[in-house]
């Protein structure tokens, strides 16, 4: 009498999953409709898509609280967030890497760990923690909130761990916004010609959408000069957050803290579709499938963040990370111009 029958048992996964869609989809909804009504404004005003769904998730704030949307709004801020970086990993190859030439690359590695580097140094000089430096670091040089979100996953986590990762959207955002409308201006006052002006704009603006917008505000061959930058520096997206995973794995955790796993299979993803596409295996087709769905994985996931964060804890942060992240912002660009005049591609 007490045995379960084997069509009981086959039933009982089931309904655990379907228990656990009807949690979910509530907040994940809500989520996707914030991203949808962020990129309808993004169409319309020109403004940038990411900040949209951030501000628009911050106004939602009360939904995370205990209740039907709390269970999905964790969970797209969580997994939706590591999907999108996953998938992001088919916009990049081995060709797309060579094609620039080696000295660029070499110029983008190193604006990358140099970056990364003088963020952590300047944190102590200022009063910062070394997690929120790598942060804030990692996005500059990277790939603004992308990387953002794709090293707060890997990182320890404790009480401040969402508040930092808004603060470091919201300002990675912004300032690429600002570089959006400026770096075009400075690479004509400098003389620049159309590629030297796509290879700076690519290699210092943080998000994709503000590369796009400045570097085609220039030209064509400017636009698709940034855009190929661009992606290269995505594609440092895995080995860096693979190597702050293993550094995190042997680093003290805090009380309450929680270390991450050896090596994320977000990262993992991230290789093996980038693997997949050097080889010429992902058709173009799907490869920009996977492009769009990455990019709104990521728009959820960011608008989920929103709502999940109090404002009020991310204005109390001071002054301190206002100037970490603007002084990583203005030493990648005058790192990247002093590479650009040592390597003679400028006029």
Not at 30 to 57: E, K, N, R, T
Not at 151 to 171: M, Y
Not at 219 to 240: C, H, M, N, Q, Y
Not at 245 to 257: K, Y
């Amino acid at each position: 009498m007490g045995r379960k029958s084997i069509g009981d048992r086959l039933k009982a996964p089931l309904h655990g999953s379907e228990g656990r869609v009807k949690e979910l989809w509530p907040g994940v909804i809500v989520a996707v409709l914030v991203a949808l009504a962020a990129q309808f404004l993004s169409d319309h005003y020109g403004a940038p898509a990411m900040l949209l769904a951030l501000l628009l998730g911050i106004a939602l704030n009360f939904l995370s609280e205990p209740g039907k949307a709390a269970a999905g709004i964790g969970f797209t801020a969580r997994t939706v967030l590591r999907f999108g970086v996953a998938i992001l990993g088919a916009r990049v190859s081995a060709e797309l890497l060579m094609s620039l030439g080696w000295e660029l690359i070499v110029l983008l590695v190193i604006g990358t760990a140099a970056t990364i580097l003088f963020g952590v140094l300047l944190a102590r000089v200022i009063g910062q923690g070394p997690r929120f430096a790598i942060l804030t670091a990692g996005a500059v040089a990277i790939c603004g909130a992308s990387a953002a979100m794709a090293i707060a996953a890997v990182l320890p986590k404790d009480d401040r761990s969402e508040r930092n990762l808004l603060f470091t959207v919201l300002g990675v955002t912004i300032l690429s916004t600002v570089a959006m409308i400026v770096y075009p201006i400075l690479t004509n006052m400098l003389g620049f010609d159309d590629v030297t002006a796509g290879a700076f704009i690519g290699a210092t603006v943080h998000d994709v959408a503000q590369v796009v917008g400045a570097g085609f505000s220039i030209s064509d061959t400017a636009g698709e000069t940034s855009t190929l930058v661009k992606l290269i520096r995505v594609s440092f997206l895995a080995p860096i957050v693979l190597v702050i995973a293993l550094w995190w794995r042997h680093a003290e955790v805090e009380p309450g803290g929680e270390r991450p796993p050896l090596i994320p299979g977000f990262v993992l993803g991230f290789l093996a579709l980038a693997t997949l596409n050097s080889l010429g295996l992902i058709p173009e087709i799907v490869g920009g499938f996977l492009a769009a769905l990455s990019g709104w994985a990521l728009l959820a996931a960011i608008a989920a963040v929103g709502m999940k964060t109090d404002i009020k804890n991310v204005l109390s942060l001071g002054a301190g990370p206002l100037v970490l992240i603007t002084a990583e912002t203005l030493f990648l660009a005058v790192l990247v111009l002093a590479g650009i005049g040592f390597l003679e591609l400028a006029p």
